[in-house]
């Protein structure tokens, strides 16, 4: 199917999706399905475990994964070490060939976190990252590969100084920079994440507009990369922030048991608002239109199924 028909066919797709849906029959796997999330104290990690209890009550036992993030995910399922997997869209789309979507479900926002008490070397646009020591994300996450693409489109890692970068796990970056062993770290989550707003309520925080970035960034992959916004008040910061956005894919196995991944769609569909973490004021997916965009990677065959049965 070209990309223009296929666009056409989801298209269609959502329109049926987005009318009242009807409650359907679950069918109960009654399998043990592993999940593979991401950090402690990240949306991924909290969206497993709202979807492990929304699953319970539909007859499937989840078992939710803690891991790195997007690399550390696509690698744990395709070694048959887990069965779903979170991976931001742009990993997915580099690494996630021979691998099936469950759906597209909400949105991470790229946040560049620094100090606003940094007096004449604060750090206030992407150029001040020049020479300065950066976190790009854990090792394995999704954050890494993100971050290395907006500083090359930012121009920062071939220019005349670039950034000293190292790769910290949230906690260690939030502990790193509190304590001024880096200048700024990157983070690919909700908005707020509540560790970033733990280390706000003690230190002043602020963060680095990314929309300079996006327009270079976005001409190479123009469906993974969208402009998105912090609203003013997160972290203690008084200003919006513009910033980039990208799309969180819910991936599988293609063995994955058929009633497990019609199971997971009708959650996806009718438990949406119960998925969504406590305290969230980003922009959230989890609509027909959005649920079955999933890019290049193909929609699990039953999961495709259960969509059009769902959409009527």
């Not at 690399?71 to 990993?91: E, F, I, Q, T």
């Not at 500083?151 to 796990?169: M, V």
């Not at 969208?226 to 997160?234: D, F, N, Y």
């Not at 997971?264 to 119960?274: C, Q, W, Y």
Request: glycine share 12%; with cysteine.
């Amino acid at each position: 199917m070209t990309a223009v028909s296929r666009r056409a066919a989801l298209l269609g797709l959502a329109a049926g999706l987005a009318l009242p849906l009807v409650a359907c029959a679950n069918p109960s796997s009654g399998a043990r399905v592993r999940m593979a999330c991401g950090e402690p104290g990240g949306l991924y990690l909290q969206f497993g475990e709202l979807l492990r209890d929304v699953l319970e009550r539909r007859g499937i036992a989840l078992d939710v994964l803690a891991s790195n993030g997007s690399a550390d995910n696509l690698a744990l399922l395709r070694r048959g070490d887990a069965d779903l997997a979170l991976a931001l869209a742009d990993s997915a789309e580099q690494q996630g060939a021979g691998l099936t979507a469950i759906g597209q479900v909400y949105q991470n926002y790229l946040q560049c976190v620094v100090r606003a008490d940094g007096g004449a070397r604060r750090i206030t646009d992407l150029a001040d990252l020049a020479g300065r020591r950066v976190s790009i994300g854990a090792p394995g996450s999704g954050s890494s590969l993100t971050t290395r693409r907006v500083l090359r489109a930012a121009g920062l890692l071939d220019g005349p100084e670039p950034p000293e970068l190292g790769q910290h796990p949230l906690e260690d970056a939030l502990r790193a920079l509190e304590t001024g062993r880096i200048d700024a770290f990157f983070w690919s989550g909700g908005i707020p994440t509540p560790k970033i707003a733990e280390l706000g309520a003690r230190t002043p925080l602020a963060l680095v507009d990314l929309a300079p970035a996006l327009a270079r960034l976005s001409s190479g992959d123009p469906d993974q990369y969208l402009p998105a916004r912090v609203p003013a008040g997160v972290y203690g910061i008084p200003v919006p922030t513009s910033t980039i956005g990208i799309p969180n894919l819910l991936l599988a196995r293609p063995e994955l048991a058929d009633a497990t991944a019609q199971g997971v769609v009708d959650a996806l569909i009718d438990d949406a608002p119960s998925l969504v973490p406590a305290g969230s004021v980003g922009v959230q997916f989890l609509t027909g239109a959005s649920l079955i965009d999933t890019g290049t990677l193909p929609l699990h065959p039953a999961a495709k199924r259960r969509y059009r049965e769902r959409a009527g």
